[in-house]
């Protein structure tokens, strides 16, 4: 109840609708109250690559998932977590796993199927040029060019991820249909 009631404080307008004590921009069924950084890890363990080989380009694998956890009625903490790995013939270059955090109020009278698209394609979507900018400061203040992450197509990461739920389910449905059944002798 202590972040529902500072948020409740905050008390600033930037818009016509009412939401957890703000006024807010009827245009979006939320209201981002903060971002930052939840986590942050940067390691660096074969930085003399770079001068050892010529013109070879390291293998950069990035890997984005967000996650939702409600923490009351109407407030969330959506995570954006990226993972970066950088190799050199498999010897690593640097890591970075950043967090990055947002503590969201959603309107109570959103229905359930604006709810989900809300949290995971709207706020990460928004989120983004923030994560964008942590890493390209950080691999810059690491010795390396920045790295410019390419632009995240959320909405079709959201329906890849509930197709791959609903297959999941559909499997798991069909295998209990076709186990035996119990028999009463």
């Known amino acids: ?13 930037t818009g016509s609708s009412t939401l957890s004590g703000k006024e807010v921009n009827s245009q979006y069924p939320f209201f981002i109250h903060d971002q930052y950084v939840k986590d ?7 930085f003399l690559i770079k001068y050892s080989e010529k013109n ?7 890997n984005v998932s967000s996650g939702v956890s409600k923490l009351n009625d109407d407030t969330y903490e959506v995570i954006l977590k990226v993972n970066i790995d ?5 010897k690593t270059v640097f890591l970075i796993d950043l967090s990055y ?10 229905q359930a199927d604006i709810l989900e698209p809300a949290l995971f394609v709207h706020v990460p ?9 942590i890493i ?3 691999t810059k203040n690491g010795g390396y060019p920045p790295l410019l992450l390419d632009p995240i197509d959320f909405a079709s990461l959201y ?21 035996e059944k119990p028999t009463i002798n």
């Open 1 to 13: 109840m202590a972040i529902q009631q500072k948020l409740k404080e905050e008390n600033t307008t």
């Open 40 to 46: 942050l890890s940067f390691e660096n363990p074969n």
């Open 56 to 62: 070879v380009k390291p293998d950069v694998s990035v």
């Open 86 to 90: 950088s190799t050199v013939d498999k």
């Open 101 to 110: 955090g947002a503590l969201v109020s959603v309107d109570k009278s959103q």
């Open 125 to 133: 979507f928004l989120m983004f040029p923030f994560v964008r900018e």
């Open 136 to 138: 390209a400061t950080i």
């Open 159 to 179: 329906v890849q991820k509930k197709n791959e739920v609903a297959n999941k389910n559909k499997d798991d449905k069909s295998q209990e249909d076709n186990a």
